[in-house]
């Protein structure tokens, strides 16, 4: 008894330092935003984006803290970085061009597209569910009232991503 007991703890241990890294903790402070509902946005896409499994919010500070590996906070700070700030449509971003970030590990990118404010939601939307089908994108992120599209996927499918969004917006 005692030495399964030891070998589950030593499996324990062993799987631990195989399939998790140390985690880590950050809170951002978020300035330009204004309302909960988008603060709790921000976090969503955080979350699931960076396959992050603790977030939390403060509504009353502007705060999101995250827990999790070096890579994922690395993530989390990015998207942070580029949704918390004027409205997308007032910032340089086109859709042509969108921003990237590359993940250190495992060869996966997310990319950020902003559309302008004139683009119809059922374009929008529909161009979504184009991309999904083509591409096989699992992580695709829509945020209707500012335009914005947020993708994770290899490299190749934000690119053929990217290619269909130049698609529809020069036919």
Same mark, same amino acid.
């Given at each position: 008894m005692r030495s399964k007991l030891i070998l589950l703890i030593i499996a324990t241990l062993c799987s631990s330092a195989i399939y998790g890294?140390?985690?880590? &903790?950050? +809170?951002?402070?978020?300035?330009?935003?204004? +309302?909960? &509902?988008?603060?709790? &946005?921000?976090?969503?896409?955080i979350r699931t984006t960076a396959t992050m499994m603790e977030t939390a919010t403060n509504d009353?500070?502007?705060?999101? +803290?995250a827990r999790g590996t070096a890579d994922q906070i690395s993530l989390a700070e990015w998207l942070?970085? &580029?949704? !918390? #700030?004027?409205?997308?449509?007032a910032r340089?971003?086109?859709?042509? #061009? #969108?921003?990237?970030?590359?993940?250190?590990?495992?060869?996966?990118?997310? #990319?950020?597209?902003?559309?302008?404010? !004139?683009?119809?939601?059922?374009r929008f939307l529909a161009?979504?569910?184009?991309?999904?089908?083509? +591409?096989?994108?699992?992580?695709?992120?829509?945020f209707d009232p500012s335009r914005a599209l947020v993708l994770r996927g290899s490299a190749s499918q934000i690119a053929a991503a990217q290619r269909l969004i130049e698609a529809w917006i020069h036919p």
């Open positions: 890294q140390a985690s880590d &903790e950050r +809170t951002f402070a978020l300035v330009h935003v204004q +309302t909960a &509902e988008r603060l709790n &946005e921000i976090a969503f896409t009353a500070l502007k705060t999101i +803290t942070v970085k &580029e949704m !918390d #700030g004027p409205p997308l449509a340089p971003c086109s859709p042509t #061009g #969108g921003r990237v970030f590359s993940l250190p590990r495992g060869g996966e990118s997310v #990319g950020l597209f902003c559309f302008d404010q !004139d683009i119809s939601l059922e161009m979504i569910v184009q991309i999904r089908t083509v +591409t096989k994108l699992q992580y695709t992120y829509s």
